[in-house]
């Protein structure tokens, strides 16, 4: 069974970089697209962007000038790095593995960590 | 403001039939990219519900179907239980943002 874990600071000081990294075990990260979702409290989901096992990236327009998405294959690990950030960015951070394609659902999801950006 | 729309709120009764739907665009749904759907339970992550368009993952109840049409889709619950309330989004992949768009989420209540 595929299992996904978030792992990263719970809180980042304004203008600062937020950083994650999800963990894959239970099967290969190669062959396979990953992607990073966010939840702001009491909101909807919102697409960040995805990485595909060979460093290919796509980002959310909304995003893209502050946002990278790098994978270590070798550590089953895929990592994002929003720069800048604002209250705006306070959400419960996904990772998620795409099923197939890049227009493929996420079919695997890790449970989610809480990042609050806060002074 | 959300790529996909969603209705806010639904509920039934225990034993019903409910369906929620989600509209898009000819940049996504209309486009014939498939829509997925989730299910995420209170204080938890979401959970795939429905693959393209209409597939059911290992484990998911045959309560839970799906369907699409033009620029719309629908997910329909029947025979409704209390655990069933929870969030449902659907998603899809849309062409201009080369990228996943999702709806803004229907509460489902059982009443």
């Given at each position: 069974q595929v299992q996904l874990q978030e792992s990263g600071?719970?809180?980042?000081?304004?203008?600062?970089?937020?950083s994650l990294t999800c963990t894959v075990s239970g099967g290969s990260i190669r062959s396979y697209y990953w992607s990073w979702?966010?939840?702001?409290?009491?909101?909807?989901?919102?697409?960040?962007g995805y990485i595909y096992y060979s460093g290919s990236t796509?980002?959310?327009?909304?995003?893209?000038?502050?946002?990278t998405i790098s994978v270590d294959t070798s550590k089953s690990q895929f990592s994002l790095k929003?720069?800048?950030?604002?209250?705006?960015?306070?959400?419960?951070?996904?990772c998620a593995r795409v099923?197939?394609?890049?227009?493929?659902?996420?079919?695997y999801?890790g449970?989610?960590t809480?990042?609050?950006?806060?002074? | 403001?959300?790529?996909?729309?969603?209705?806010?709120?639904?509920?039934?009764?225990?034993?019903?039939?409910?369906?929620?739907?989600?509209?898009?665009?000819?940049?996504?749904?209309?486009?014939?990219?498939?829509?997925?759907?989730?299910?995420?339970?209170?204080?938890?992550?979401?959970?795939?519900?429905?693959?393209?368009?209409?597939?059911?993952?290992?484990?998911?109840?045959?309560?839970?179907?799906?369907?699409?049409?033009?620029?719309?889709?629908?997910?329909?619950?029947?025979?409704?239980?209390?655990?069933?309330?929870?969030?449902?989004?659907?998603?899809?992949?849309?062409?201009?943002?080369?990228?996943?768009?999702?709806?803004?989420?229907?509460?489902?209540?059982?009443?």
């Amino acid at each position: 069974q595929v299992q996904l874990q978030e792992s990263g600071p719970g809180l980042v000081k304004p203008s600062e970089t937020l950083s994650l990294t999800c963990t894959v075990s239970g099967g290969s990260i190669r062959s396979y697209y990953w992607s990073w979702i966010r939840q702001p409290p009491g909101k909807g989901l919102e697409w960040i962007g995805y990485i595909y096992y060979s460093g290919s990236t796509n980002y959310n327009p909304s995003l893209k000038s502050r946002v990278t998405i790098s994978v270590d294959t070798s550590k089953s690990q895929f990592s994002l790095k929003l720069s800048s950030v604002t209250a705006a960015d306070t959400a419960v951070y996904y990772c998620a593995r795409v099923h197939g394609g890049i227009a493929s659902a996420g079919d695997y999801w890790g449970q989610g960590t809480l990042v609050t950006v806060s002074s | 403001q959300s790529v996909l729309t969603q209705p806010p709120s639904v509920s039934g009764a225990p034993g019903q039939r409910v369906t929620i739907s989600c509209t898009g665009s000819s940049s996504n749904i209309g486009a014939s990219y498939d829509v997925h759907w989730y299910q995420q339970l209170p204080g938890t992550a979401p959970r795939l519900l429905i693959y393209g368009n209409s597939n059911r993952p290992s484990g998911v109840p045959d309560r839970f179907s799906g369907s699409k049409s033009g620029t719309s889709a629908s997910l329909a619950i029947t025979g409704l239980q209390t655990e069933d309330e929870a969030d449902y989004y659907c998603q899809s992949y849309d062409r201009s943002l080369s990228g996943w768009v999702f709806g803004g989420g229907t509460k489902l209540t059982v009443l």
